[in-house]
């Protein structure tokens, strides 16, 4: 819900200026009618509609409350980007912020679904030029005609949503954590516990994708791909790249062909490849070493790819980089191999870990233990850390609420879109590998989609294995 803007940001805004009488009129008048009377529905919005009503179908006669969230302050009076909640965007299509979607029960068992939204700034109380957030000075809100037409919704202004919550009676579900008004007004109204299982089936809708979903996803990995190529055409082959120019270039394809990135980036060169997340980018990728580029794409939509390839700076992997490469690659085949339908989810998992643990023992960093035993003990995963994969989509980490038996411990189902990425990560100050290997990192992720017969590599518009790489590379440097 709306918050009203203190005093004090009125005055260093400039907003407590009496507004004379005169200057009030000559503001309301002579402003021409620039309501859109001729707006298509969002492309997904027959998805959407079918979503609501699969959720609708899991809680009859129950009141079921969708915030989109409000914008999170940075700093004073300027705020983060706003990003939607994914549950809201998933059920609606509107990315406007402070929005409320509502599913009303009716008689029948069916729902009725209301989005609640900020209106257009209105004119004759002069909200539109005084107000910090009107239309002057954050840019025009569609009006609420206008967004029933893209979300095929009836739409209400969001300043009557406390007095309908107020009123509520019946059982009430809200997604929480995203509207600390909504969640004032409903206090007395709905429990954690069965909020929390709301939650988790909000979640586990999202596990197969339709094919509006998988279409972005797919855009989302070739507007991925384009970024990469865009970082190596700026990577110096003579001359250090600050790790910060790597991750400006590839925001700018996000910012140019989608919405933002979907994570922070991992600009990771040298050493830095070994920190999972490494994302503070301060560092600089030197020609001989190793750049860990960890970076994805956010459609327009907020559809997120989740794409790593580990490139030599120069172009050329050294013999040590080309083995740990060649390691890595081998367990992300047979992490990929693993996934088709009926396939358990954790399958792909093992298989590429395991791969990763024979090459550790055969190059013998595990003393003179057996391939089953290290597996077994985990030993491995001093070296391998992470897990080999999760879902994609609307968040990067997609599905997280869902309960195991659904998602880690359940099987693999065609519309799934899932990353394999191993890696394996050799930290600078390990005294236990032989000196050469200290200081690399090496990962390669994929964005794969569950099919009817196996799997289709979205992602596959990249080079995986270490002599296409190398091609890729001096093809793109001309
Ligand atoms: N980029 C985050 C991850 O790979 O999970
Ligand atoms: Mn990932
Ligand atoms: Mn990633």
């Known amino acids: 819900m709306t918050e009203q803007i203190s005093e004090s940001q009125k005055r260093k805004n400039g907003l407590n200026q009496k507004a004379n009488d ?3 009129e000559h503001m309301k008048r002579g402003w021409a009618d620039t309501e859109r009377r001729d707006l298509e529905p969002l492309a997904q919005a027959e998805h959407t509609a079918r979503r609501r009503a699969g959720l609708s179908a899991r809680f009859p006669g129950e009141l079921l409350v969708i915030p989109a969230g409000n914008p999170k302050v940075r ?4 705020d983060f980007p706003f990003r939607p909640s994914s ?3 998933y059920l609606t299509g509107n990315q406007s912020q402070d929005a409320v979607l509502v599913l009303e029960p009716e008689a029948d068992g069916s729902h009725r679904a209301v989005a609640y939204l900020r209106p257009r700034s209105d004119r004759e109380n002069g909200e539109f030029w005084l107000d910090y957030h009107g239309e002057l000075w954050d840019g025009r809100r569609n009006s609420l005609t206008e967004n029933e037409r893209l979300l095929g919704l009836p739409c209400r202004d969001i300043r009557t949503l406390t007095e309908r919550l107020g ?3 019946g059982p009430i579900r809200l997604l929480r954590g995203y509207d600390a008004g909504v969640e004032a007004a409903l206090r007395d109204k709905v429990t954690a516990e069965r909020d929390e299982e709301f939650r988790v089936v909000l979640s ?10 998988i279409a972005e996803l797919r855009f989302a990995c070739e507007a991925t791909a384009r970024g990469f190529e865009d970082v190596v055409r700026v990577l110096g082959t003579d001359e250090p790249t600050p790790e910060r120019a790597i991750e400006g270039t590839f925001f700018m394809r996000a910012r140019i062909e989608g919405n933002d990135i979907g994570y922070a980036s991992v600009c990771a060169a040298g050493p830095h490849a070994t920190t999972l997340h490494w994302v503070r980018n301060d560092g600089e990728a030197r020609p001989g070493d190793l750049l860990l580029l960890d970076a994805g794409v956010e459609t327009r939509t907020l559809y997120t790819a989740d794409v790593t390839r580990t490139l030599p700076v120069d172009g050329r992997f050294t013999p040590v980089q080309r083995t740990v490469y060649d390691a890595v690659y081998a367990a992300q085949e047979a992490g990929m191999a693993a996934v ?3 396939a358990g989810y954790r399958d792909f998992h093992h298989a590429a870990q395991r791969v990763l643990a024979e090459h550790l023992v055969a190059w013998g960093l595990l003393g003179d233990r057996s391939v089953d035993e290290v597996y077994e003990l985990g030993l491995h995963r001093r070296w391998t850390l992470a897990g080999t994969g999760h879902m994609i989509g609307l968040d990067v980490h997609d599905c997280a609420r869902a309960r195991n038996e659904l998602y880690v411990d359940g099987t693999l189902e065609p519309g799934m879109v899932l990353t394999v990425e191993p890696g394996m990560y050799f930290q600078a100050d390990d005294l236990t590998v032989p000196e050469e290997l200290r200081g690399i990192g090496v990962r390669i992720e994929d964005d794969i989609l569950v099919t009817e017969s196996g799997n289709e590599n979205l992602s596959a518009g990249l080079p995986r294995t270490a002599d296409d790489v190398e091609a890729w590379m001096t093809r793109l440097r001309g």
Request: cysteine-free; overall charge negative; hydrophobic content about 35%.
């Open 340 to 342: 088709k339908p009926g």
């Open 75 to 78: 700093a004073n009076d300027t």
């Open 87 to 89: 549950d809201h965007v």
């Open 204 to 213: 586990e809708m999202r596990l197969v994708k339709d094919e509006f979903e």
């Open 167 to 169: 009123e509520a009676t």
């Open 22 to 24: 005169e200057l009030a």
